[in-house]
């Protein structure tokens, strides 16, 4: 016998489904819901609930850092110039000797994890 929990975790787990099939397949819900005998009200009922699962699990990964202070020796600062880039709530020192290509990647990155957040 399923418990009530378990039931509504496979309800979640197939309409998470049909609602990545929905919107790959470029319909509109209604037509899509029409292709496939599915009851928009359902449709619109799960895509919140999906949504709501999908915020309470950002949610609990928000006061994780996305980033990790990397240690740079002493010998490696010393003598070296460097600017702070104040990105939103991060910050990416950068010195005179960081390769360009792999400031452009640490900027990505940075742009990436803010659209995420």
């Given at each position: 016998m399923?418990?009530?929990?378990e039931?509504?975790?496979?309800s979640?787990?197939?309409?998470?489904?049909?609602?990545?099939?929905?919107?790959?397949s470029?319909?509109?819900?209604?037509?899509?819901c029409?292709?496939?005998n599915?009851?928009?009200?359902?449709?619109?009922?799960?895509?919140?609930?999906?949504?709501?699962?999908?915020?309470k699990n950002?949610d609990?990964?928000?006061?994780?850092?996305?980033?990790?202070?990397?240690?740079?020796?002493e010998?490696?600062?010393?003598?070296?110039?460097?600017?702070?880039l104040?990105?939103?709530?991060?910050?990416?020192?950068?010195?005179e000797?960081?390769p360009?290509?792999?400031?452009?990647?640490?900027?990505?990155?940075?742009k990436?994890?803010?659209?995420?957040?």
């Amino acid at each position: 016998m399923d418990l009530p929990n378990e039931k509504h975790q496979r309800s979640l787990a197939r309409w998470r489904k049909i609602i990545a099939q929905c919107q790959a397949s470029n319909l509109h819900v209604s037509e899509f819901c029409r292709q496939n005998n599915l009851s928009k009200h359902a449709y619109y009922y799960w895509h919140k609930r999906v949504g709501e699962t999908i915020s309470k699990n950002a949610d609990a990964n928000v006061s994780k850092p996305c980033f990790v202070p990397v240690p740079v020796s002493e010998e490696e600062q010393r003598g070296t110039e460097f600017l702070t880039l104040h990105l939103g709530q991060t910050s990416l020192d950068v010195y005179e000797r960081t390769p360009d290509n792999l400031l452009v990647k640490a900027l990505l990155a940075v742009k990436k994890v803010q659209q995420l957040c």
